[in-house]
């Protein structure tokens, strides 16, 4: 059977378990073609001290080309962290190029956590970001993300169902049909993900136990499994509980090595949850 082929467009942080380090074994343990078009290269992810950064604009264009040449084709363009205007103009080129009636575009809107902002990132980028989800089937935000995609104040807790349905759709009508908005939590004990198909108008909240502990590289997790999982063929929903259950069971796997794991969660002790998968 011929295999599927997803591609993640990300920076590669060398040490961090984040963007590329973390996309590269996930979709590959779900059965799909991993290939990557890496934006920029850091010596780690952003939240140490000291990280270097090395930009890859100049050669996002020429590698692109020679697919092209190649008539290459995607079953899935994967984006995530995206590190200038530039380069969302680049992903933005890439869609059009590539996208054909049987590729999902899947854009994760990496601009931030907790109501603030990653380093570097501005109002302005996050204004060109929603842009970028206009051209995605599928968008995976935090509230965070949310609320800069959607100019607006950023609420944390405490929000009712009817105010997380009001910003599915409003996400929606950047024009994404599909919208998954990670980190809602009604309740102490639960948090999960709210999702939107506008295609049949139908709202889902897939719920999980609440781990009081912060890891960085959560989203990324999150949104490579799904990626890996709805270009392997399953459904949207199915997509959503298997990422969903993943990150979770990867949460809990570093729960015991949590402080010197702050950077990122063991979700290796896991692949074996993803490589059983039908
Ligand atoms: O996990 C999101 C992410 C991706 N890439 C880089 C980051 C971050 C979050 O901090 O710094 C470089």
């Known amino acids: 059977m011929k295999m599927k082929r997803a591609v993640a467009i990300n920076d590669i942080s060398c040490l961090g378990k984040c963007s590329l380090t973390v996309a590269l074994p996930i979709i590959s343990a779900l059965g799909v073609e991993a290939v990557v078009l890496p934006t920029a290269m850091l010596s780690t992810h952003t939240a140490f001290e000291g990280f270097t950064f090395c930009?890859?604009?100049?050669?996002?264009?020429?590698?692109?080309?020679?697919?092209?040449?190649?008539?290459?084709?995607?079953?899935?363009?994967?984006?995530g962290y995206l590190g200038s205007m530039k380069q969302i103009s680049l992903v933005e080129d890439f869609i059009d190029t590539f996208k054909n009636s049987d590729t999902a575009v899947i854009v994760d809107p990496v601009l931030g956590d907790n109501g603030m902002l990653y380093k570097n990132f501005t109002v302005d980028f996050a204004r060109e970001m929603a842009k970028l989800c206009s051209k995605a089937?599928?968008?995976t935000p935090n509230l965070t993300e949310a609320a800069y995609?959607?100019?607006?104040?950023?609420?944390?807790?405490?929000?009712?169902?009817?105010?997380i349905r009001e910003t599915l759709?409003?996400?929606?009508?950047?024009?994404?049909?599909?919208?998954v908005l990670t980190?809602?939590?009604?309740?102490?004990?639960?948090?999960?993900?709210?999702?939107?198909?506008?295609?049949?108008?139908e709202y889902g909240y897939i719920k999980s136990d609440k781990i009081n502990s912060m890891f960085h590289g959560t989203g990324d997790v999150w949104a490579s499994t799904f990626a890996g999982a709805f270009t392997k063929g399953m459904s949207f929903t199915d997509a959503v509980k298997v990422a969903t259950e993943f990150t979770v069971e990867a949460i809990k796997a570093t729960l015991d090595d949590k402080d010197e794991h702050w950077y990122g969660v063991k979700f290796e002790s896991c692949l074996n949850k993803l490589t059983s998968l039908d």
């Open 137 to 139: 089937d599928v968008i």
């Open 169 to 179: 759709r409003k996400l929606s009508a950047l024009g994404a049909e599909k919208v």
């Open 55 to 79: 930009d890859l604009t100049d050669q996002m264009e020429p590698v692109s080309r020679h697919w092209q040449e190649r008539n290459e084709h995607f079953d899935c363009i994967y984006s």
């Open 183 to 201: 980190g809602v939590s009604y309740d102490k004990k639960s948090l999960g993900v709210a999702t939107y198909d506008s295609a049949s108008g």
């Open 149 to 163: 995609l959607l100019g607006r104040d950023y609420v944390g807790e405490g929000y009712s169902e009817e105010y």
